[in-house]
Every structure is written in structure tokens, then in C-alpha cells.
């Protein structure tokens, strides 16, 4: 498209684009620019006068501190946990919102499954707590009608893990699942209709119609995902981390916050930030292109 | 394509510049009046009480001094304060007056705060006013200055569960480790509040920093650098700890340490010890032993008073050394600050007595009243007022208080505080140690939560020790040799 039709495009459509400028604002501000600050991460930060060039200092700190390995392990395997056992749950969950006929049920259905995400992670973890107490907690009371003992989850090295999955995946699957439904909704209805005619069961009609056209959206929200790979979730784990189970769920923010902001030491901060950035960067760039060699689908 | 988007970039750099654009101060100076910029947590200018206590603090200085001032409160946003406070220092807009919370040595590191020294030998009030442990602070670490009692915390029960257990008396007359152990095990044994109440004799929030409070010292534990053959050992390498361990271990596995203190947060120790599911809690000494009494007798009546325990008496006995390094919170002064001397003047007439009776009975008429027989606190006191800058231990009025400031509990563990004060011999951990300190920390956390819930056995200690010198513990006990030699 050449620049005049841009413009004239724009100049035709101008109140969508002006729905859009708050977005595009939004994003300058708080993504764009910050870049800038980024060279934070080569310096020693003055309040005044001028900051101090100091080249690598602060990644050598990073790279070189004992506990950082541990904190890097145990980031990628929360995350990879969570990329693993919860991103296919929103798809599924979406699938199923989208079988339901029944109006009044479904949206009380979406409503329920919507509603833990506006809850705030401190609430969680009380809510999850009490849940998983080994006194009084309902997932015990369960497991002793079946005979078997209760478990100290919030305490146990063994489980603590598998409760950040499912309790991300009880506040944000069904959140997460919008993107999807949004999605299946612009589906050709004929296409549905045509595979009735011939005979196709819901869950064939799920498989065969459904599934192919969702990939496009799955593909671009999973190699977005990617990009925050490394962010394995500061408020869930802050709010649920314990002494027992500190050395299974600290996690780069979490040490970054204790030794980077606790400590007003920023530009350490910040190198931990664009260390993590670099990170995402590459997880896109490297998921996208292979994608796109393999499927012929990617974000672009 | 290209010039849309140079125009879209082009209007968000216009726009970040004009956010970024430094205002020029505003503090200026108008008939000798000095604008001291204040910023305080919770003392804001969407609080009432803050902006009345500073306008009439800003009266009482013209009046008593012929001080010309007028103070400027910083709104702080919601949030962790000390993150908020060193975000706000760190854009380079420092008030006169600071109240630090945690977050200050980043800023005095780079000479932004005021050598208070020179200032305090000075003054006509704070000198006097400061306790020992303020004296001790100040010496380490001249920034900042907080002028109150002790923060040591002290474990508390209810006073009619208390003389109910046949033990009790034994426990008084002599606080051993063992005479404790056997407290404990009879609150649960024979619960005074009926079947599980308590379910367990004392719970924690989150850690056992507030077990130490009671058995620390009594385990031989009173230095964070204990001295064996001529050397310096950290404390949570030695073996004093591990038998602390052990008998930690001992009370969790009795069920007389909640089994859920990991999970436990401030607000849940606390219900726990409304609702009668645990005995003894732990708390900082006078005003919040003064909310548990006042919350117990609200809750379960009058007779539900709180009693205040001993700390446990074995090679030694104390809530714990104090850490004299630093103050870890206080007021600090700005460098940059144009009003100086003006500052630290209207913190020295807040020591003196009549800005003593003004910052720690609040506003005549509103939170006190005065009569015949003397100064008459009101309930909006109780509900409402508390000391924004000094406490010192004397606290003489004109007239006598005819309601006291603290509950008798809570007056007894500010004595028991008191008394059993001593000084640690720990230091600040420079910046090049902070991550390692941290790794050893988070080693030290781990091992002691697992051997207490008996994941781990204790005989594994000398594993954890192992790990904890390779994770930096070495070279910070070589620095503290020679820091302490």
C-alpha cells in the first residue's frame, strides 16, 4: 500500500484509528520508551549528577551470584510446567464454552470460569491456602473420605510447583479462553451446517472444523507467549512462597526484587530485566521463524 | 508508511518529554517563611490528621521557637513504602524532611542524606531523649534517627487459660527450656478453652524469627557472631543452633508448634489467637501487645486479658540481641536540603516537653483533655493518635495522666524489654556480600523449615553447613573476623 493510501485510508477511517491512538499511546509509553532506560543496566546509577559507565559490571554480578543458577532453574521449570500443562487448558475450555447451547448456562458458565481473574493474587493464595490446609483444607477432607492422608502441599517441595499450575490455571484459563472463543465466533456457520448434513457428530464437527481453524490463533498466542517465558509469575509465587519452599519457587523476579529493588539497587535490576527481555527476544524470533518453515503459520 | 510512523514517534517523544520536563523548585522562601518538604509514610496530604498535625506543629513552632515554617506533604503512592520512597528519591526529588522505612544506605551511599552527628551533639532535647540502642545506631550509622523504645517482641497468652494450667506458676518462678516444654505440652494436653482450644501452644507467622524471640538466647544464641577458640562462627552454623533446631523440631512434631506457621501470615497468627486455636503468640512490645490485650478482651471478655511471658532462661536469657548496626527505620535529612538547621531544630523541639506532650497526646480537646487531676486521654486517642516522631522512656508532664498511655500488659513488656536488653555484634553486610548473604539466607531458611517439619533430619547438618560456606559463608566469616577482631 503506498503512503497516500495510508493516509487516505486513515483520513476515511479516522474514528477507528482514533479508538486505536490510546493503545498505540499506551504501549509507547510503557514499552517503548522504557527501552530507552535500559542502558540503566550498563551504569551506576547517580540521583545526582551523571550516571557511571560500567560496561558488563552488573551482568557479571548476576551471572557470577550463587544463587542465580537456582533461580534461573527454577523460572524455566515453572514455566515450561505452565507452558506445558495449562496453555492447552484455555483451548479446551473454549471448545467446550462453544458447545454449550444453553444461553442462560453458558453465560452463567463463562461468568464462573471469568471471575477468578479479577481477584488479586493475595486473595488467591488466602483462598488456596485454606484450600490446601492439611487440617481443614477441602482437598484433604477429600483425600481422608478416600482413606488416604493428608498433605501439606503449601510446605511440600514435591507439590508446591504443581500448585502454582493449577492455581494460574484456576484464575486464568477461563480469561485466557476469550481469544479463542472470539476466534471460533467468526467461523463460517455454513461450514458447521454442511458437516450436519453430511453426518458429523459435535465432536467430529469439533475435530475436523474447529480445531484447523483455531490453529492460526493458537500458533500466534503461543509464540507471543513465549516472549514472557521468563516472567514465571511474580505476585502468584511472592504471595504463596514459604521457607520450606523457597528453594523449588524462587524465581528471577523474585530474587530480583530482593536484591534489586529491596535494595534500591536499579541498575542491577534493570539487568536482570533486559537479560530476561533478551531471552524472550530470542524464544519469539527463533519460535516464529521455525514455525513458519514448518507450518507456514507464525505471528507475521 | 515511514512518515506515520516518524509522526507517531515524533508525538510520543513530544508527549515523554513534556511528562519528563523538571519543574523548577518551588520552594521559595516568601516572608521568611522556610517550605519544609516532608515525606513520611501514611502522613500525606489526603490525611486529615497529618495535615492538622503539621499546621498545628508549624503554630507551635512560631509560637515556642519564632521558627517560621511550612510544611509540604509528598503524597506517597499505595504500595510497599520503601520501594515507593526510593522510586520517588531516585527522579531526584528529595524532600527536606525523610521518613525511612528500609531502602536509605543506597541513598546515603551516594551522600544524599545528612551526617545527623554533629546535629544531635547540638541539640538541646535529643541528646537526652535518645536510649542506649539510639546512641549505639547513631554511632554505626549517623542517617537516620528514631527515638523509640526497644521493638523487641514478646510472646503473650491470655491471662485466664494462663492460671489455669498447673504449670504456670512453675514457668514464672523459673523459665527454663524445659519448664516451657512442659507449659506447652499441658495448654494442649488439658486445653482451658475446651477440646482444641488451643489446638496448639504457640503459632508464627511465616518463620521462627519470632521463636527466637522466646528460646533464642536461651540456647547460648546471643550474638549473631559467636566467638569459639579466638574465631568468629555465624550463629546458624553452630551447634547451639542445631540443638535449637532440635528442639524446634521437637515442638512441631508434638503438635505444640502450629502445624501451619509456614503459612501464616500476621493477620492469621493473630485469629488464631482470638479464636483460642493457639495459646502463645508472639509481638512487638507495647502498642501491639496493647492491640492484642485490647482485641482479646473485645473478643472474649475481660478476664481474657493478656498476661506477658518471660523469654526462656538457659546459657542465656533475652528477647533476642538487639541489632545496634543501623536504625531500621527513622528520620533522615536531605543534603541537598536548603533548611538544615531549620529541620533538625523542629526535630529537637519535638523532644523537648512541650513538643512531647503535643506529639504524643495529639490535639486538646480531640484526644485529650485537661483537668483538675490531670491530662485525660480520650477514646479518639486510643482509636486514632500514636507518636510520629519521638518516644523516649521519660515521659514527665506538667500534670499527671490520668489514663495511662499503655495497657498494664503492655507496659510490663516494654519493661521486659527492657530489662533483658543487649547489644548484638552484627554489622552492615557491604554491597558485594548482599547477593551472597542472600543465597546463604535463603540456604539457612530452607534447611531450618525442613529439619522443624522433619523433612530433613537434624543429623544433616553438617551437609548444610557445608553448603552454606561454599554458597559465600566463608568469606563473610573472614570478613567478620576481621571486622569484630
Known sequence: MTEKGIFQRIKKDWVIYLMLFPAILYF?????????????AFQDYRIIGDNIWVGMKHFEVLLSSPAFMDVLKNTVIISSMKMIFFFPIPIILSLMINELRNGPFRKYIQSVVYLPHFLSWVVIAGVWISLLSPVDGGVNVIRNFFQL???????????????????????????????????????????????????????????????????????????????????????????????????????????VYRIGILNGQYAYATAASLFKGVIGVILILSTHFVSKRLTGKGVW | MKKLLVLIIALVMLFATACSDKKEDAKVDKDGVATIKVAYKDEGPSNPVAVSYFDNLAKKLKDAKDINVKFELVEMPQGNYAEKLNLLLMSGDIPDLIYFQGGDQQIANQDLLEDLTPYVEKSEYIKDA???????????????????????????????????????????????????????????????????????????????????????????LNQTWLEEDGKYINSKISEQEKAKLTFYNELYEEGLLDPQYLTKQWDTKEEAFYDGDSGVIVGTNGKIIDI??????????AEAEVVVLPPAKGEFQGFNATDITKESRGVAISSQSKHKDTVFEILDYLASPEGQLFDRLGFEGEHYNVTDAGYELTEKYYNEWYSRFWEPEAFETEKPLVTPLLSVPAQESRDLANEYYSADNNFIIPEEFVSKWDAMENIYKDFSADVITGKRPVSDFDKYVEEWKKAGGDEITEYANEQLK
Not at chain 1, 28 to 40: A, T, Y
Not at chain 1, 185 to 203: H, N
Open chain 1, 28 to 40: 509507547s509509553i510503557f514499552h517503548v520508551i522504557p527501552i530507552i532506560g535500559m542502558k540503566l
Open chain 1, 149 to 255: 492422608p493428608s498433605l501439606d502441599f503449601m510446605t511440600s517441595k514435591d507439590h508446591i510447583r504443581w500448585v502454582l499450575v493449577f492455581s494460574e490455571m484456576w484464575r486464568s484459563a477461563g480469561w485466557d479462553s476469550i481469544i479463542y472463543l472470539a476466534a471460533i465466533m467468526k467461523f463460517s456457520p455454513a461450514l458447521y451446517e454442511a458437516a450436519r448434513i453430511d453426518g458429523a457428530t459435535t465432536f467430529q464437527q469439533m475435530r475436523f472444523i474447529t480445531l484447523p481453524q483455531l490453529m492460526n490463533t493458537v500458533v500466534v498466542v503461543f509464540i507471543l507467549n513465549l516472549g514472557f517465558f521468563m516472567n514465571a509469575g511474580f505476585d502468584q509465587v511472592f504471595n504463596l512462597i514459604n521457607d520450606s519452599t523457597i528453594s523449588k519457587i524462587d524465581i528471577l523476579d523474585t530474587y
Open chain 2, 130 to 220: 535518645m536510649l542506649p540502642h539510639n546512641v549505639d545506631r547513631l554511632k554505626n550509622y549517623p542517617y537516620l534517627l528514631w527515638v523509640k523504645p526497644l521493638d523487641s517482641k514478646t510472646p503473650v497468652i491470655r491471662k485466664d487459660w494462663f492460671e489455669s494450667v498447673a504449670s504456670s506458676e512453675a514457668l514464672m518462678a523459673d523459665p527454663s527450656i524445659e519448664n516451657y516444654h512442659t507449659f506447652f505440652k499441658e495448654l494442649v494436653a488439658n486445653p482451658p478453652g475446651g477440646a482444641g482450644k488451643p489446638a496448639n501452644a504457640v503459632t508464627v507467622a511465616g518463620d521462627i524469627s519470632e521463636l527466637d524471640f522466646i528460646f533464642k538466647m536461651a540456647f547460648g
Open chain 2, 292 to 301: 492484642y490485650n485490647g482485641k482479646m478482651k473485645q473478643v472474649n471478655g
